[in-house]
């Protein structure tokens, strides 16, 4: 059952929000659709929220984050980029990181936040740190060069380890997940495209 907008309480007035939950869906190649089915919200609610036309509650938000495996914070971050040219630049201290609570696995955000077809990530795996035991897909293509530890990488059911200095490319329409199986830390500089945050 859809919430309601009778429902709604602001999580704040600002109209950042939108603007941030569109190109997330947009970069995922979501519909408003899928995004309803997949948060419980309306169409008519989504569509607002991306406009500017209305506010999220936090509970709304809450549901959004989950759907694209992002902290609430997300929405509200607004990182530092600068322009030189035509190239845009993102400092260190300016890095997104997306830390996920239970996975040990933390993902640094490395391109800056401007619409494109590439996005770079630094992905960090405690040992034993995994994206779960669920293989998922998305479209793109994934590519990455370990740069650090040992790291266990399942597509459509083949498993591969890598070592540091081992490069790795894959459809990200194949079912994938990974692990860190050793006992040390595991250091990835992961690629992707479309972007997904």
């Known amino acids: 059952m ?4 009778s429902e709604e309480r602001p999580a704040d007035a600002a109209g950042g929000i939108g603007p941030q939950l569109r190109a997330m869906r947009r970069r995922r190649r979501w519909t408003l659709q899928e995004l309803a089915d997949a948060t419980d919200l309306s169409v008519g609610m989504l569509s607002q929220i991306e406009r500017g036309l209305s506010s999220p509650s936090i509970r709304t ?13 997300w929405f509200f971050s607004d990182p530092a980029t600068e322009a030189t040219g035509p190239v845009w630049v993102q400092r260190r201290p300016q890095r ?3 830390a996920l609570p239970g996975k040990g696995m933390t993902k640094e955000l490395l391109t800056p936040a401007q619409d494109g ?5 630094l992905i960090t795996l405690e040992p034993g740190g995994s994206t779960g035991e669920a293989p998922y897909s998305h479209a793109g293509e994934d590519a990455g060069l370990v740069l650090e530890g040992t790291l266990l990488l399942e597509v459509a059911g083949e ?3 890598l070592n540091a200095g081992d490069a790795f490319r894959f459809p990200s329409t194949s079912p994938h997940r990974f ?4 006992s040390t830390r595991t250091i990835v500089l992961w690629s992707v495209t479309p972007p997904l945050y």
């Open 159 to 161: 498993r591969c380890v």
């Open 117 to 121: 077809i590439l996005e770079l990530m």
């Open 61 to 73: 938000l809450q549901r959004l984050a989950e759907a694209f495996a992002v902290p609430v914070g």
């Open 179 to 182: 692990e860190n199986p050793g």
């Open 96 to 98: 997104r990181v997306l």
């Open 2 to 5: 859809s919430l309601s907008q």
